[in-house]
T-cell receptor, first 118, second 113 residues
């Protein structure tokens, strides 16, 4: 149980284009999902917290107009990197908070998306 | 001072060795403790989860929490080359923090045959 699917796993795009990354909880409902960015050999950096049916909460320093998050259903959250530039190239990972009482303090992660902006 | 400190290593051990990975934390509000394993270019995979002081065992893995010392450990017995990965400790306040996690820096482990 608690499987999170993230798609695509790899994307290469031209500078100025927008890229959408999907995160799905496959066997549970995820009222809360998280989006992270990870640089090589570094830990995960939380970008935003996404709650179903409401606006995402962004961490300090993360541009909400640049990284659009939509959590329209209990099993799907999307991250859109708008007008991507080379400095946006990174590894993006989503996670979903567990549903059952004790599991609400656990996050289950997707496999990540490697974005390369040319 | 970071809320969670974890030695980044790298740590290299021979196959079959017992591996000890550790994290210390400064915030006594942390109540839930997790260990994740992350292979290169993959998302983190949950290994162990505990919310009380003491030991929790699952196969070759043992998680240890000492809340009085604000110290957690992960032990791997009979380590295998397939255990080579980055290990991340993570902690949560619980309650209304909606499961937000604070991570250690990660320890890079290599188990050589």
């Amino acid at each position: 149980g608690a499987v999170v699917s993230q798609h695509p796993s790899r994307v290469i795009c031209k500078s100025g284009t927008s890229v959408k990354i999907e995160c799905r909880s496959l066997d549970f409902q995820a009222t809360t999902m998280f989006w992270y960015r990870q640089f090589p050999k570094k830990s995960l950096m939380l970008m935003a917290t996404s709650n179903e049916g409401s606006k995402a909460t962004y961490e300090q320093g993360v541009e909400k107009d640049k990284f659009l998050i939509n959590h329209a259903s209990l099993t799907l959250s999307t991250l859109t990197v708008t007008s991507a530039h080379p400095e946006d190239s990174s590894f993006y990972i989503c996670s979903a908070r567990g549903e059952r009482e004790l599991a609400k303090n656990i996050q289950y992660f997707g496999a990540g998306t490697r974005l390369s902006v040319l | 001072q970071k809320e969670v400190e974890q030695d980044p290593g790298p740590l290299s051990v021979p196959e079959g060795a017992i591996v000890s990975l550790n994290c210390t934390y400064s915030n006594s509000a942390f109540q839930y403790f997790m260990w994740y394993r992350q292979y290169s270019r993959k998302g983190p995979e949950l290994l162990m989860y505990t919310y009380s002081s003491g030991n929790k065992e699952d196969g070759r893995f043992t998680a240890q929490v000492d809340k009085s010392s604000k110290y957690i450990s992960l032990f791997i017995r009979d380590s295998q080359p397939s255990d080579s990965a980055t290990y991340l400790c993570a902690m949560s306040h619980g309650g209304t923090s909606y499961g937000k996690l604070t991570f250690g820096q990660g320890t890079i482990l290599t188990v050589h045959p």
